[in-house]
């Protein structure tokens, strides 16, 4: 009996030992700050880049526009990167040291990327920006005059005007439009209360990604050229299914990703899908509860130790 | 009352019309795939009764082959059967995207669920009444209808309403192939756009769905059980 | 008339075949109420269920009067006729199941059908309007006494009353034949009479032949003319109720009638010790059986009065089998050797079975 007692005594105090010695460990390498990403393919890679741009990470060149977890090649500083869905980052930003989030997600929740950012991506509409949103077609349709003409009515004065009242500056027009303008308080509703018929019009089906409201207002400089096209917009909750459905002839065009994505999407399933035409970028910004500035964020996680 | 409900859900009258299409994709949803299910499902359930070992008519091949297909596909997620069957949604249905598409993906998430309840809830008809329906010059569909069918009645309600139930619980996922819906809308409208009162609204609604499916349901089979005692 | 002869069930089991009726032969006469008993697992379920053919024989041949004669062939069911025998259709089972009726021991009523609508179940297949079924159901009621419950659901009746409905609806396609499956094992023994009575009086009225299974004697007992023992899948033993059971020759008849009599009950008392088993010559444990009509007689006394032997009696019983009395006496009889020897000599010549019970 003795003995059990003095075996279980001695156990225990190991058990204690181990335990501090334990903690002692993880006290020299502190816990990494996690950064929250988007899990999908298209916002990750944007994500990726944005923590190089800021000095947290660094990234395989060879990966080019389209980094992919495996491409970091050093963590400068300790973090830890935790993919996420998109469209969730903003409600556990909480959770995170800091999280990549999405301007249309972010600023309908009230974040503002110029005050509450750490850094937010640089987009120019510019050539070779990858990160630009785009409306594609099937190859053998890029010179479709209808769909044409659905790329000519989304690049008007009327589309830049709505993009930027609808996302307070979370995305914009990737097109030439003039900023200098002046519009009523219901301009977007008005827009968006826009009802068309299919009757007697040619009917172009069009995949989109979350909300299609856009297209609403695109329908009505449509229906007031008299364009005969009416867009039949089809609203996928996932990323992965528009480019699918585009390619095997289901949809005629879908406005859901950019360059980058649909470059990435064509190279690993074969797609024979062309961009016909710009729509907007929305920058994707770092942002946190939990520190002020970038410099914060970086004294709060520290040097990666070796 | 309409300025309380734009009060308590200012962003749903917003989008007032797209809300209503949500509710008809889910109910067309609903309601085309529930048909089918309670058809292939229930025919299923009655057939692996009937060529069990020592059912009506025992026929292992058939039983076996229907044992495995419920439980391959009983056994899959249904997000990712929504992806897997897309080709074969297109050979069927000519398209995998929208309501339609979304109607097969829903019928192979379902109807496995659907077999194995009718399964139990037939299986629990005592034999002796199989076998005097036999030894009373009953043949094998005699003894589905009349006895198994009749018999089980209740309980086939009682598993008709838990199949729905779940029906409505797969539809929310069909927005991935572009069905729309419900669900797709709380993503979509709620949940990406931010604003709380939609995503509050839809799980009301779901609520009130789901709420109204089990109240009948319970009814019906409270009915149908305690027949005696309502007419005496 | 039922020929049964060399009649094969088998059933596969996971580890073995099991021979569930192996090579019975039986006849059964028009008219006659015939009681098949044994203990559960002898095959008289599955010997029962050849007959109307829920279950097909693996081998042997059914002779029914009025159907023809049937044999089975490698699990096969063959009738034969004139010009040679015929494979026999389901469809045709169907029809040949519908003229034989059956009861069962748990009634297997629908429980969500009236008492009329269970009746009616069988009548669907006859063709009839709905006027003949209400009729013909009403007069079935009436035949078992239930008027009063035909909108009634089973679940609203007492056993005894279900019993009675299951047997209205046997009887619905006006069936010559009933087969009974242990159809009182579940009843109450007042029930049990009156079912029993009821039988009793179908099978005078209507001229029905009754084949009744069950393991309890006092069914046999109360309305069977005729007996088979099974066992093991085998008739052991078979003929007129009175003879088998006055004179069992197998231990498991002796065993029955035993159990029924509750002259078995001895063991219990060897067991305890206030009994002591034994056949010294001065002291012997005598089982008694009446046969014939020798109940009558004051035997005992004339034992004790003429041989100067002490009869003790432990157990006594006396029944009434086929309207005719057969009973038992277990006692102890001791005096001295000779007289205890001549004192059972006389027993033997007045027509009454003594044995020693050396062991219980």
């Known amino acids: 009996m003795k003995?059990?007692?003095?075996?279980?005594?001695?156990?225990?105090?190991?058990?204690?030992?181990?335990?501090?010695?334990?903690?002692?460990?993880?006290?020299?390498?502190?816990?990494?700050?996690?950064i929250g990403v988007p899990s999908d393919a298209t916002n990750q890679a944007r994500a990726i880049s944005l923590l190089e741009t800021a000095g947290l990470i660094e990234v395989d060149d060879a990966a080019g526009f389209t980094p992919e977890l495996k491409d970091i090649t050093k963590y400068i500083y300790n973090i830890e990167i935790v993919p996420a869905a998109a469209n969730t980052l903003v409600a556990t930003l909480d959770d995170y040291g800091a999280s990549t989030i999405n301007g249309t997600y972010a600023v309908p929740a009230g974040l503002s990327p110029t005050e509450d950012g750490l850094i937010t991506e640089v987009q120019d509409s510019g050539s070779g920006n990858p990160f630009i949103n785009v409306i594609v077609a099937r190859t053998e349709d890029k010179d479709n005059e209808d769909y044409k003409k659905i790329v000519e009515a989304y690049q008007t004065q009327t589309i830049a005007q709505y993009i930027l009242?609808?996302?307070?500056?979370?995305?914009?027009?990737?097109?030439?439009?003039?900023?200098?303008?002046?519009?009523?308080?219901?301009?977007?509703?008005?827009?968006?209360?826009?009802?068309?018929?299919?009757?007697?019009?040619?009917?172009?089906?069009?995949?989109?990604?979350?909300?299609?409201?856009?297209?609403?207002?695109?329908?009505?400089?449509?229906?007031?050229?008299?364009?005969?096209?009416?867009?039949?917009?089809?609203?996928?909750?996932?990323?992965?299914?528009?480019?699918?459905?585009l390619n095997s002839g289901e949809i005629d065009l879908n406005a859901f990703q950019h360059i980058a994505y649909l470059n990435s999407e064509i190279q690993s399933q074969g797609y024979d899908l062309t961009p016909i035409g710009n729509t907007s970028c929305a920058p994707l910004t770092l942002y946190s509860k939990k520190a002020k500035t970038l410099d914060d964020l970086k004294k709060l996680a520290g040097l990666k130790a070796k | 009352?309409?300025?309380?409900?734009?009060?308590?859900?200012?962003?749903?009258?917003?989008?007032?019309?797209?809300?209503?299409?949500?509710?008809?994709?889910?109910?067309?949803?609903?309601?085309?795939?529930?048909?089918?299910?309670?058809?292939?499902?229930?025919?299923f359930g009655i057939l692996l009764i009937v060529t069990k070992p020592g059912g009506i008519k025992p026929n292992k091949p058939v039983h076996t082959a229907l044992e495995v297909v419920t439980n391959v596909f009983r056994s899959i997620p249904f997000i990712i059967l929504l992806i897997f069957l897309i080709p074969f949604t297109r050979l069927i249905v000519g398209t995998s995207i929208g309501v339609r598409g979304a109607v097969v993906p829903l019928?192979?998430?379902a109807v496995p669920f659907f077999t194995r309840q009718v399964e139990s809830a037939l299986s629990d008809v005592d034999p002796g009444k199989v076998e005097a329906a036999r030894s009373?010059?009953?043949?094998?569909?005699?003894i589905i209808f009349r006895v198994y069918l009749k018999e089980a009645l209740p309980d086939l309600i009682r598993v008709l309403t838990i199949t729905a139930i779940s029906t409505i619980g797969l539809t929310t996922s069909a927005g991935a192939v572009g069905a729309g819906g419900i669900g797709s809308f709380a993503i979509n409208y709620g949940q990406n756009m931010h604003y709380q009162d939609i995503v509050n609204l839809c799980v009301i609604i779901l609520l009130v769905i789901v709420s109204i499916i089990q109240i009948t349901g319970n009814t019906l089979a409270r009915r149908t059980y305690n027949r005696e005692l309502f007419k005496k | 008339m039922i020929v049964i002869e060399n009649l094969e069930k088998h059933f596969i089991t996971k580890d073995a075949s099991v021979r569930a009726v192996d090579g019975v032969s039986l006849t059964i006469e028009d008219g006659e109420v015939y009681g098949i008993m044994g203990y559960s697992g002898a095959g008289k379920s599955t010997l029962v269920r050849c007959l109307n053919f829920l279950e097909i024989p693996e081998s042997g041949s059914i002779e029914i009067s009025g159907f023809g004669r049937f044999v089975s062939d490698a699990g096969r069911l063959y009738r034969e006729e004139q010009s040679g025998r015929r494979a026999v259709a389901e469809k045709e089972l169907r029809q040949l199941r519908r003229s034989i009726g059956m009861i069962f021991q748990h009634f297997n009523l629908l429980d969500r059908s009236t008492v009329f609508d269970n009746i009616a179940y069988p009548l669907k297949y006859c063709g009839k309007s709905k006027e003949e079924i209400a009729?013909?159901?009403?007069?079935?009621?009436?035949?078992?006494?239930?008027?009063?419950?035909?909108?009634?659901?089973?679940?609203?009746?007492?056993?005894?009353?279900?019993?009675?409905?299951?047997?209205?609806?046997?009887?619905?396609?006006?069936?010559?034949?009933?087969?009974?499956?242990?159809?009182?094992?579940?009843?109450?023994?007042?029930?049990?009479?009156?079912?029993?009575?009821?039988l009793k009086d179908l099978n005078k009225k209507l001229g029905l032949t009754i084949v009744i299974i069950t393991h309890e004697m006092a069914v046999i007992k109360a309305i069977c003319s005729r007996v088979a023992v099974m066992e093991g899948g085998k008739v052991v033993e078979e003929g007129?109720?009175?003879?088998?059971?006055?004179?069992?020759?197998?231990?498991?008849?002796?065993?029955?009638?035993?159990?029924?009599?509750?002259?078995?009950?001895?063991?219990?008392?060897?067991?305890?010790?206030?009994?002591?088993?034994?056949?010294?010559?001065?002291?012997?444990?005598?089982?008694?059986?009446?046969?014939?009509?020798?109940?009558?007689?004051?035997?005992?006394?004339?034992?004790?009065?003429?041989?100067?032997?002490?009869?003790?009696?432990?157990?006594?019983?006396?029944?009434?089998?086929?309207?005719?009395?057969?009973?038992?006496?277990?006692?102890?009889i001791s005096g001295s050797g000779a007289d205890v020897a001549a004192a059972l000599e006389y027993i033997g010549s007045c027509g009454v079975r003594a044995e020693v019970i050396e062991n219980v």
Not at chain 2, 136 to 142: K, V
Not at chain 3, 160 to 179: E, H, T
Not at chain 3, 310 to 331: K, Y
């Open chain 3, 240 to 332: 007129p109720v009175y003879e088998v059971f006055s004179a069992p020759e197998r231990e498991i008849t002796r065993r029955f009638t035993e159990a029924s009599s509750g002259l078995g009950k001895i063991g219990k008392l060897v067991e305890s010790g206030a009994v002591e088993l034994g056949s010294s010559p001065e002291k012997k444990l005598i089982r008694f059986t009446y046969t014939k009509d020798t109940v009558g007689r004051p035997l005992i006394s004339t034992v004790s009065r003429q041989f100067g032997v002490d009869v003790n009696l432990l157990l006594a019983n006396v029944d009434v089998v086929a309207d005719r009395a057969l009973g038992g006496i277990v006692a102890e």
């Open chain 2, 107 to 109: 019928v192979f998430g």
């Open chain 3, 135 to 198: 009729a013909r159901v009403d007069s079935l009621l009436e035949l078992v006494d239930l008027t009063d419950k035909r909108n009634a659901y089973p679940s609203q009746l007492s056993g005894g009353q279900k019993q009675r409905v299951a047997i209205a609806r046997a009887l619905a396609n006006d069936p010559k034949i009933l087969l009974s499956d242990e159809a009182t094992s579940a009843l109450d023994p007042e029930a049990t009479e009156s079912i029993l009575q009821l």
């Open chain 1, 165 to 245: 009242e609808k996302n307070s500056g979370s995305s914009r027009p990737a097109f030439d439009y003039d900023p200098n303008y002046s519009v009523p308080e219901d301009y977007v509703s008005s827009l968006e209360g826009y009802k068309s018929s299919p009757e007697g019009k040619k009917s172009v089906k069009l995949g989109v990604c979350g909300s299609g409201d856009v297209w609403r207002a695109v329908q009505k400089v449509l229906d007031d050229e008299n364009s005969g096209i009416y867009v039949d917009v089809i609203i996928f909750d996932a990323y992965n299914l528009p480019n699918e459905a």
């Open chain 2, 1 to 43: 009352m309409f300025e309380a409900i734009k009060g308590t859900f200012p962003n749903v009258v917003n989008y007032w019309d797209r809300f209503i299409d949500s509710m008809e994709a889910t109910f067309q949803m609903f309601f085309i795939a529930g048909l089918i299910t309670v058809l292939i499902g229930g025919c």
């Open chain 2, 136 to 142: 009373m010059g009953s043949g094998t569909l005699g």
């Open chain 1, 3 to 34: 003995t059990i007692k003095r075996s279980a005594a001695l156990l225990l105090a190991l058990c204690l030992i181990f335990a501090l010695a334990a903690c002692g460990g993880s006290k020299e390498e502190a816990e990494p700050v996690k």
